[in-house]
């Protein structure tokens, strides 16, 4: 079937390109999936008609470039390297190398060859998947290693092993690992409604959606009655919270041009800016220029937490937020790692004293060490007072707010002007995937999402978010997160009945931040077994050991001076038996540690060096 080059539709239009194409039965308008159909069977048909024909695992030989998916992600060559069984490297890079007799790649288009080594990527990926869980979760290798082999699987960290505990886990799904698949072979560029009617309006479709099921106010909304904002999806949350940084600035000088604010300060003049004892001219920076908005633009303080991902100073920096201009509100254990309302109040107070100009605050639902939740409503209230731009960064927690016993530690968001959040950490779509709403848009009948963000390119992100919604539902997505958070209350209850073991911060979600407790004074000695720095080496061992073995992969964080150790449970593929698993690793090493910590001390004990 030929279809026109250029879209007939029309702006308003469902994008029923897309669902036609996905064989999916459209409604209009399409209501929040609850325990959606399974879309998987028309994407595999979509993606490769003949996929269904294919007997699984056949051989697919004679075409160029086969022999490279095994040799290079794996190390071990294919017998299909060559017609005489040479497996060498040289034969793989003269392989890889072939020259085109038309002066293109070969088979760069061709369905035929597409659907052979389409097949066998697919089993590729259904066997990887299979057996991650025997790999060593932690890569192994050295910095330099891929100059010295061909080997690329050896070198990566499985994220998507159930073993996964570090950072925070970017998930997948068979729904969305086949969007990808197809988002690919699409190829569209949306930087415009008319550059992809389908990949703009579905992208306003699936982000009300979740504005639904988030139980975010209407003026997030793109479509409802007095929606005065909506949502687009960036990569991830560091482009959408510069993103908001950049429209709080426009919207602070504009603001401050309405009322005569923005003065020529002539050449060389002395901006104040701000320092931890105060301000004064002799703290102030000189600048060559005297454009009035660029001298206003170092009078804006931008406000975060000491817990607040480091994204948010980079977004400074890039905008052009002098560092003296940065407000680092500390934090403490007894308000659970939280930004306090005393504590924002007066650093604002403070510079306004000076003369500079309160512009953004970032809270955080779900900080990145210990998911700790700055509370919305009072901080917002304050915020808002001050004519500040509230962002809310909750890329990992947002989601699981589409939980109902969850969706309190959203409570003020109707005073915020922006929310991100990742998709691709807890809502089963592949990285990347940033959902960000906000309610100061300027909506035209057609949107331009080039116009949200930084890039102008933009890839048709949306329709794998939708294939995940329609795939699994809301109720299903619910059960895959209370599942994960089941399983970390296990864990910290283990945790607290383990007296070798402390807690470190509260749990809301799904990561549990502990560590081994520092040893008495009595056992200090040079094993790091607690002493002067409070338990710090004996904990970066007991971490090491830990994934070293292959078995489980954690990381660290600092919180109020100590090192902890987090447990994040969120990988697709966990469940009990892995936890379990883990618990006893940190178990067994612990004591491995503690046994060797011991008889350090006893070697070093003065009757041991009296009796030497």
Same mark, same amino acid.
């Given at each position: ?23 999916? $039965? ?40 086969? +022999? ?6 794996? #190390? ?10 040479? !497996?060498?490297?040289? !034969?793989?890079?003269? *392989? ?93 560029? #949306? ?10 309006? /579905? ?44 429209? +709080? ?18 050449? &060389?003049?002395?901006? /104040? ?78 510079? *306004? ?14 900080? !990145? ?7 919305? +409503? ?19 927690? #947002? ?36 959902? /960000? ?12 999402? $080039?116009?949200? *963000? ?18 699994? &539902? ?25 007296? $070798?073991? *402390? ?107 009296? &009796?030497?």
């Amino acid at each position: 079937m030929t279809r026109p080059a250029t879209a007939a539709a029309q702006p308003g239009d469902l994008p029923l390109g897309v669902l036609d194409l996905l064989k999916v $039965k459209a409604a209009a308008p399409s209501p929040v999936p609850r325990n959606g159909p399974t879309a998987q069977k028309g994407v595999a048909e979509a993606f490769c008609p003949a996929a269904p024909q294919m007997a699984a695992g056949a051989p697919v030989a004679g075409l160029p470039g086969l +022999a490279v998916l095994d040799a290079a992600l794996t #190390g071990v060559p294919s017998s299909a390297a060559g017609a005489g069984g040479d !497996t060498t490297a040289a !034969t793989v890079a003269a *392989e890889t190398a072939a020259p085109a007799s038309d002066g293109m790649a070969v088979g760069a288009l061709d369905a035929a060859e597409f659907r052979a080594q389409g097949h066998r990527m697919v089993e590729f990926i259904a066997q990887y998947l299979e057996t991650v869980e025997s790999m060593p979760v932690r890569s192994t290798v050295q910095p330099g290693y891929l100059h010295i082999s061909s080997a690329i699987l050896p070198g990566l960290t499985h994220w998507q092993s159930p073993s996964f505990f570090a950072f925070f886990s970017s998930t997948t799904s068979n729904a969305a690992i086949l969007a990808d698949a197809l988002i690919s072979a699409l190829n569209v560029v #949306g930087f415009s409604w008319i550059a992809a009617p389908a990949a703009t309006e /579905l992208e306003t479709l699936v982000l009300d959606w979740l504005a639904d099921l988030l139980g975010l106010p209407d003026g997030f909304h793109s479509t409802k009655s007095g929606g005065v904002g909506g949502g687009v999806i960036h990569g991830t949350a560091s482009e959408a919270g510069l993103v908001a940084l950049l429209a +709080a600035r426009r919207r602070a000088l504009d603001r401050l041009a309405a009322q005569g604010g923005l003065v020529d300060a002539g050449p &060389g003049a002395c901006v /104040l800016g701000a320092t931890e004892g105060g301000s004064s001219a002799s703290n102030g920076i000189k600048f060559p220029w005297h454009n009035p908005e660029d001298v206003a633009r170092q009078r804006l303080v931008a406000y975060f937490s000491d817990q607040t991902h480091a994204c948010v100073e980079k977004a400074c920096r890039v905008a052009g937020i002098p560092e003296c201009n940065m407000r680092v509100l500390p934090t403490t254990a007894a308000s659970a790692h939280a930004i306090t309302p005393e504590v924002l109040l007066s650093a604002i107070q403070r510079d *306004e004293a000076a003369g500079l100009i309160p512009f953004f605050l970032t809270l955080t639902v779900g900080t !990145t060490s210990s998911t700790a939740i700055d509370p919305i +409503a009072p901080l917002a209230a304050i915020a808002k007072a001050h004519g500040m731009w509230v962002h809310v960064d909750a890329a990992y927690a #947002g989601m699981a707010c589409m939980c109902p016993e969850m969706r309190h530690h959203l409570e003020g968001v109707h005073l915020v002007d922006s929310l991100a959040s990742n998709a691709h950490k807890w809502l089963l779509t592949s990285f990347d995937c940033t959902c /960000l709403w906000t309610q100061a848009s300027e909506l035209q009948q057609v949107v331009d999402y $080039k116009d949200w *963000e930084i890039p102008i390119g933009r890839r048709f992100r949306s329709l794998k978010l939708w294939m995940v919604l329609r795939s699994y &539902g809301a109720e299903g997505i619910r059960a895959y997160i209370r599942r994960h958070v089941a399983l970390a209350q296990w864990f910290e209850e283990a945790v607290r009945q383990d007296g $070798k073991f *402390e807690l470190m911060a509260p749990r809301p979600f799904a990561l549990v931040c502990f560590r081994l407790k520092p040893l008495s004074a009595g056992a200090r000695g040079g094993m790091g077994g607690g002493g002067e720095d409070g338990g710090r080496e004996l904990n970066a061992a007991l971490l090491e050991a830990i994934n070293s073995s292959g078995k489980a992969y954690l990381t660290h964080t600092v919180l109020s001076g100590h090192y902890v150790l987090r447990m994040a449970i969120g990988a697709v593929k966990t469940e009990m038996r892995h936890v379990q698993a883990a618990w006893e690793l940190i178990q067994m090493e612990a004591s491995k540690l503690l046994q060797e910590v011991e008889s350090y001390s006893a070697r070093r004990s003065p009757l041991a060096l009296e &009796g030497a």
